[in-house]
Structure formats: structure tokens, C-alpha cells
């Protein structure tokens, strides 16, 4: 199950858990829009893999009988940070965000 962690890692926005504007990778590593588009172009910083809209999780079960939702199932309070400098963020962009993702 997704965290849906609760900011940018690189500006520190807030990313409630009903953002449109949250952007992911594979590994939940997660991103404002225009953190993804403008200084990204849409590549993980970590893992080099693209950075699509990160899913809404319902308020809350619309299904009661499953216990779905955030109600049930919270997003996470952990906020986290790149742990990679801006010069290395890219630098690791620029080289790789030329090759589609599915030939990284």
C-alpha cells in the first residue's frame, strides 16, 4: 500500500493526501508537479525511473465491508528529503532524461 507521503522531497510542499499534483516513481520517492516537470522532467533523481500522478486514496470506505480508505488505512506523517545535492540532481537528470523510460 502507497504511503502517499506528505511533501516534496526537494521544495517540501505540502502533499496532502488528496493532492492532484503529487508525482511518483516506483519506489514512492515523491515529488511536487512542478519539482517533476520543471527541475526533473520527470526522472527520479534516485532511481532514474519516470514520475507519473501519484493515485487519491478515498476519504473513506466506500466499500465498509473492505475498510478501505483513509479513514482506515492513514497517509504517512513522514516528511523526507533527496538526499542528493541539487548539482547532482542534475547532473543525473540531464544525462539520462533523453532515453524513455522504458528503456532506462
Same mark, same amino acid.
Given at each position: 500500500?502507497?504511503? *502517499? /507521503?506528505?511533501?516534496?522531497? *526537494?521544495?517540501?510542499?505540502? *502533499?496532502?493526501?488528496?493532492?492532484?499534483?503529487?508525482?511518483?516513481?516506483?519506489?514512492?520517492?515523491?515529488?511536487?508537479?512542478?519539482?517533476?516537470?520543471?527541475?526533473?522532467?520527470?526522472?527520479?533523481?534516485?532511481?532514474?525511473?519516470?514520475?507519473?500522478?501519484?493515485?487519491?486514496?478515498?476519504?473513506?470506505?466506500?466499500?465498509?465491508?473492505?475498510? *478501505?480508505?483513509?479513514?482506515?488505512?492513514?497517509?504517512?506523517?513522514? /516528511? /523526507?528529503?533527496?538526499?542528493?545535492?541539487?548539482?547532482?540532481?542534475?547532473?543525473?537528470?540531464?544525462?539520462? /532524461?533523453?532515453?524513455?523510460?522504458?528503456?532506462?
Amino acid at each position: 500500500m502507497l504511503d *502517499l /507521503r506528505p511533501n516534496c522531497e *526537494l521544495c517540501d510542499a505540502d *502533499l496532502p493526501p488528496d493532492a492532484a499534483d503529487a508525482r511518483i516513481c516506483t519506489y514512492e520517492c515523491t515529488y511536487c508537479a512542478a519539482c517533476a516537470e520543471d527541475v526533473l522532467h520527470h526522472v527520479c533523481p534516485t532511481c532514474g525511473g519516470n514520475l507519473v500522478p501519484r493515485p487519491i486514496r478515498p476519504a473513506r470506505a466506500l466499500r465498509p465491508e473492505l475498510k *478501505l480508505g483513509l479513514a482506515n488505512h492513514p497517509a504517512s506523517t513522514q /516528511r /523526507r528529503h533527496s538526499k542528493w545535492s541539487r548539482d547532482q540532481i542534475d547532473s543525473f537528470v540531464n544525462d539520462i /532524461r533523453h532515453i524513455p523510460p522504458d528503456q532506462r
